[in-house]
């Protein structure tokens, strides 16, 4: 099933099916180096679920092949791959929404510690203040005496 596909050069970058012919393959390739091994398990787990399923829910899933070996049927394996990529988005989604919840924190985080920062050169720049005030009235009461 999977070799009827053409034959023609698709490359997935970097991946073990890097120049092969079968752009299933290829497509699997570039999309394993792509997500995150969490989600990978993910949809893997998914799509074997799918198929158990439709397995035990079909009689005619699989197709007796030349060599004695079983091959899933097109709409079954439609079906897992479908439920494959929905568990994926799925998980890809939750962990979206993990990193954005963490980078809130962080972004809270980083401001309250400028502001921190922003208060303690304020109460430097009072003291500053209150010495140079200090030094301008002693300096004032010299002149008194001095004149």
Known sequence: M???LPTTSFSAPHGP??????PLM???????AAVSPDIAASAAQAAMKSLLHAKN???NMNVETDDNTKEPNTDDLKIASTSALSAAVLKAQLLSLQEEREMEKLV???????MQKIQLKLSNFRTLEKLLDEEHKKVGNYL????
């Not at 099916?17 to 079968?22: A, C, P, Q, Y």
């Not at 008194?144 to 004149?147: A, K, N, P, Q």
Request: aromatic content about 10%; charged content about 15%; overall charge negative.
């Open 2 to 4: 999977l070799n009827d």
């Open 17 to 22: 099916f890097e120049g092969t012919t079968n």
């Open 26 to 32: 290829s497509m699997l390739g570039f999309l394993s």
């Open 57 to 59: 829910n079909s009689d």
């Open 108 to 114: 809270i985080k980083l401001i309250e510690l400028q």
């Open 144 to 147: 008194l005496m001095f004149c």
